[in-house]
């Protein structure tokens, strides 16, 4: 049995911070306040929203990824051909559904249903519920 990747990405309000080892950031939490410590900066109690990393990736082709997720892979010195997906986090889209961890699983929430994340056959993300609020309209 593999074990899942355990990562976390936080939302500033204008961009993402990730728990990467290459971008020098730790999370915490600590009395439900979120704390990020970075090499650079010491100690910040931002308060921002955390989410998890599922374990699982989209079924995004190479040659369907965005100029930005082209490039952010590329600069990480990785080569197209490693390519297999965007990493599906907490607070993601996918088909106009949120995904949330409900009761020990990951899961995609649409207004009134709520289906178990590995059982979507190729998920996609489209977006995050932070950068494309919009997209939430879309699931109404």
Not at 36 to 48: N, P, Q, S
Request: no cysteine.
């Amino acid at each position: 049995m593999s074990k899942r990747e355990i990562k976390f990405r936080a939302w500033s309000g204008s961009r993402f911070f990730y728990s990467d080892p290459l971008e020098h950031n730790q999370f915490y939490m600590l009395g439900g306040k979120a704390y990020i410590a970075t090499e650079f900066d010491g100690w910040i109690v931002t308060g921002w929203p955390i989410e998890q990393y599922t374990g699982l990736k989209d079924a995004t082709t190479w040659e369907n990824a965005t100029e930005k997720q082209r490039s952010d892979w590329v600069s990480a010195g990785n080569m197209p051909s490693d390519w297999n997906g965007v990493e599906i986090y907490e607070g993601d889209v996918i088909e106009g559904g949120v995904v949330l961890w409900f009761r020990s699983a990951w899961f995609v929430q649409w207004e009134d249903e709520r289906i178990r994340l590995p059982s979507i056959p190729h998920p996609i993300v489209i977006g995050n519920i932070h950068e494309n609020p919009e997209l939430l309209e879309v699931a109404r």
